[in-house]
């Protein structure tokens, strides 16, 4: 890969008996880029960033994350990205302080840096009161940032979220945001799948995919000109067929 692409993916697909859920993807993602993954529920993007995080293994062509082959070294994968999926990776019947103590441990961080980190990033969230509350007592949002803390913890290259802002309100969608741009900031490329369409208004670069292909890549302004369009809503309605289907231009 060059020196800045630290996700190269070609010609991948992922298939469930007869069901493809990836048709085909070719595309890469670089350093410290915010990189926009859309589209509607069920269009494989959910497929694609597992695959991408090593957690399952590609059907034919192939993924380079960091170095590491999704299809040959999934396992080397897990242990340079952070990740955070739908339905939350933190563990409901422990504290807020057990779960960061705990995958802490999961990256291979030494006691005193898990400790360190620890006050870091209670402090940062001004969760120093929550630090001792059950995952399962705190409201959705706080959830939701503290999972993401936690899924950059260990200071991965590349961090991989998946719809993480699904139900919450939109104060806290911005707050999660500022969150992101300041990852990105550190160097930390992060890779964000979403079906709401304002978000890609945040990203640097987005592709909109559909029935397992990406029917259109590039940043939101060259999509919104290539369109002429307002929005990134309004190109995605843009490139709707009347059945709903998307296709390029």
Request: net charge neutral.
């Amino acid at each position: 890969m060059k020196e800045n692409v630290v996700i190269s993916v070609r010609n991948l697909v992922k298939k469930f008996g007869n069901f493809t859920a990836v048709d085909n993807l070719n595309f890469e993602v670089y350093k410290g880029e915010i990189f926009g993954f859309l589209g509607a529920n069920g269009a494989g993007k959910t497929t694609a960033i597992r695959i991408l995080s090593g957690l399952s293994v590609p059907t034919s062509g192939d993924a380079v994350v960091s170095g590491f082959s999704a299809r040959r070294q999934p396992e080397k994968i897990k242990q340079v990205i952070g990740y955070m999926c739908q339905r939350f990776s933190l563990y409901e019947d422990l504290t807020v302080r057990e779960n960061i103590t705990l995958y802490g441990g999961i990256y291979g961080m030494s006691r005193q840096l898990i400790k360190e980190s620890t006050a870091e990033l209670l402090g940062r969230l001004n969760f120093e009161n929550y630090a001792d509350t059950l995952i399962s007592s705190l409201p959705l949002g706080l959830k939701q940032k503290l999972a993401f803390s936690v899924a950059v913890l260990h200071d991965p290259g590349i961090v991989f979220l998946d719809e993480p802002t699904g139900g919450v309100d939109p104060v806290t969608r911005r707050q999660f945001w500022e969150m992101i741009y300041e990852t990105a900031s550190r160097g930390i490329t992060v890779f964000v799948t979403t079906h709401y369409m304002d978000e890609a208004e945040y990203c640097d670069r987005i592709s909109i995919m559909n029935e397992g292909r990406i029917v259109a890549l590039d940043t939101p302004a060259e999509l919104r000109k290539k369109y002429n369009a307002s929005s990134v809503e309004e190109v995605f309605v843009k490139i709707a067929r009347p059945n709903g289907r998307l296709h390029t231009a």
